[in-house]
Protein backbone atom coordinates (compact mmCIF):
# COMPACT_ATOMS: atom_id res chain seq x y z
CA UNK A 1 0.00 0.00 0.00
CA UNK A 2 1.50 3.15 -0.86
CA UNK A 3 1.63 6.62 0.85
CA UNK A 4 -0.79 7.91 -0.75
CA UNK A 5 -3.27 5.09 -0.16
CA UNK A 6 -2.76 4.72 3.31
CA UNK A 7 -3.58 8.48 3.82
CA UNK A 8 -6.67 8.24 1.30
CA UNK A 9 -8.15 5.38 4.21
CA UNK A 10 -7.26 7.05 7.02
CA UNK A 11 -9.25 9.57 5.67
CA UNK A 12 -12.29 7.34 4.69
CA UNK A 13 -12.20 5.98 8.42
CA UNK A 14 -12.55 9.34 9.58
CA UNK A 15 -15.59 10.02 7.36
CA UNK A 16 -17.09 6.62 8.22
CA UNK A 17 -16.67 7.61 11.99
CA UNK A 18 -18.44 11.13 11.57
CA UNK A 19 -20.81 9.43 9.43
CA UNK A 20 -21.83 6.53 11.95
CA UNK A 21 -21.61 9.05 15.18
CA UNK A 22 -24.89 11.16 13.35
CA UNK A 23 -26.55 7.78 12.42
CA UNK A 24 -26.33 5.41 15.76
CA UNK A 25 -28.44 2.37 13.70
CA UNK A 26 -25.54 0.77 13.20
CA UNK A 27 -25.79 1.11 9.11
CA UNK A 28 -22.43 1.06 7.47
CA UNK A 29 -21.83 4.49 5.47
CA UNK A 30 -20.66 3.77 1.51
CA UNK A 31 -19.65 5.73 -1.00
CA UNK A 32 -18.85 3.74 -4.42
CA UNK A 33 -15.27 6.16 -4.36
CA UNK A 34 -14.35 4.07 -1.33
CA UNK A 35 -14.24 0.59 -3.83
CA UNK A 36 -10.33 0.65 -4.90
CA UNK A 37 -9.73 0.88 -1.04
CA UNK A 38 -11.87 -2.05 0.25
CA UNK A 39 -13.58 -3.25 -2.33
CA UNK A 40 -17.13 -3.51 -1.29
CA UNK A 41 -18.56 -2.54 2.16
CA UNK A 42 -17.63 -6.01 3.49
CA UNK A 43 -13.80 -4.69 2.78
CA UNK A 44 -14.83 -1.70 4.22
CA UNK A 45 -16.25 -4.17 7.83
CA UNK A 46 -13.57 -5.81 7.88
CA UNK A 47 -10.85 -3.00 7.67
CA UNK A 48 -13.01 -1.10 10.48
CA UNK A 49 -12.83 -4.54 12.58
CA UNK A 50 -9.38 -4.87 12.21
CA UNK A 51 -9.01 -1.11 12.73
CA UNK A 52 -10.88 -1.43 16.59
CA UNK A 53 -8.96 -4.76 17.81
CA UNK A 54 -5.39 -2.97 16.77
CA UNK A 55 -6.49 0.37 18.87
CA UNK A 56 -7.40 -1.90 21.59
CA UNK A 57 -4.33 -3.65 21.39
CA UNK A 58 -2.12 -0.18 21.17
CA UNK A 59 -4.35 1.38 23.89
CA UNK A 60 -4.95 -0.95 26.46
CA UNK A 61 -2.00 -2.30 28.65
CA UNK A 62 -3.04 -4.38 31.62
CA UNK A 63 0.47 -3.93 33.62
CA UNK A 64 -1.17 -0.30 34.41
CA UNK A 65 -3.81 -1.77 36.31
CA UNK A 66 -7.57 -2.54 36.12
CA UNK A 67 -8.98 0.76 37.15
CA UNK A 68 -6.46 2.47 34.11
CA UNK A 69 -7.32 -0.59 31.88
CA UNK A 70 -11.27 0.12 32.33
CA UNK A 71 -10.88 3.91 32.19
CA UNK A 72 -8.97 3.26 28.80
CA UNK A 73 -11.83 1.06 27.21
CA UNK A 74 -14.56 3.24 28.49
CA UNK A 75 -13.20 5.82 26.97
CA UNK A 76 -12.81 3.92 23.71
CA UNK A 77 -15.99 2.59 23.68
CA UNK A 78 -17.19 6.31 24.07
CA UNK A 79 -15.02 7.98 21.32
CA UNK A 80 -15.58 4.88 19.14
CA UNK A 81 -19.42 4.44 19.40
CA UNK A 82 -20.93 4.78 15.99
CA UNK A 83 -18.30 2.52 14.81
CA UNK A 84 -18.77 -0.27 17.60
CA UNK A 85 -22.82 0.16 16.70
CA UNK A 86 -21.67 -0.62 12.66
CA UNK A 87 -19.60 -3.81 13.95
CA UNK A 88 -22.28 -5.13 16.26
CA UNK A 89 -25.21 -4.25 13.90
CA UNK A 90 -22.95 -6.45 11.78
CA UNK A 91 -22.40 -9.06 14.21
CA UNK A 92 -26.02 -9.52 14.67
CA UNK A 93 -27.04 -9.73 11.07
CA UNK A 94 -24.56 -12.48 10.73
CA UNK A 95 -25.73 -14.43 13.64
CA UNK A 96 -29.49 -14.68 12.58
CA UNK A 97 -28.43 -15.29 9.10
CA UNK A 98 -29.56 -12.00 7.48
CA UNK A 99 -26.65 -11.72 4.85
CA UNK A 100 -24.39 -8.80 5.30
CA UNK A 101 -24.72 -5.44 7.51
CA UNK A 102 -27.38 -2.62 6.25
CA UNK A 103 -25.49 -0.24 4.24
CA UNK A 104 -25.91 3.51 4.17
CA UNK A 105 -25.18 4.95 0.80
CA UNK A 106 -23.71 8.03 1.45
CA UNK A 107 -23.92 11.11 -1.12
CA UNK A 108 -23.05 15.19 -1.13
CA UNK A 109 -19.61 16.53 -0.19
CA UNK A 110 -17.46 14.58 2.32
CA UNK A 111 -17.89 15.48 5.89
CA UNK A 112 -13.94 15.01 6.40
CA UNK A 113 -12.05 17.69 4.45
CA UNK A 114 -9.35 16.19 2.84
CA UNK A 115 -5.97 16.67 4.44
CA UNK A 116 -4.38 19.70 2.98
CA UNK A 117 -0.73 19.48 1.00
CA UNK A 118 2.13 20.41 3.37
CA UNK A 119 4.58 23.04 2.06
CA UNK A 120 7.85 22.02 1.19
CA UNK A 121 11.01 23.47 -0.02
CA UNK A 122 11.76 22.43 -3.64
CA UNK A 123 14.74 24.00 -4.42
CA UNK A 124 17.93 23.08 -4.30
CA UNK A 125 20.89 24.66 -1.97
CA UNK A 126 21.99 28.38 -1.96
CA UNK A 127 25.01 28.75 -3.64
CA UNK A 128 26.79 32.54 -2.74
Not at 93 to 99: D, F, I, L, P
Amino acid sequence: MTWNETHARTRIFREVEAAAEKDMTGALPWREEWAPYFGSPEGLLKALRARWIRMCEAQLDVRNGEDVFADTLNQLRRTQAGVLAILRKASEASETGVNGAKVLALTGASLVPSPRKGRRFRGGPVLP
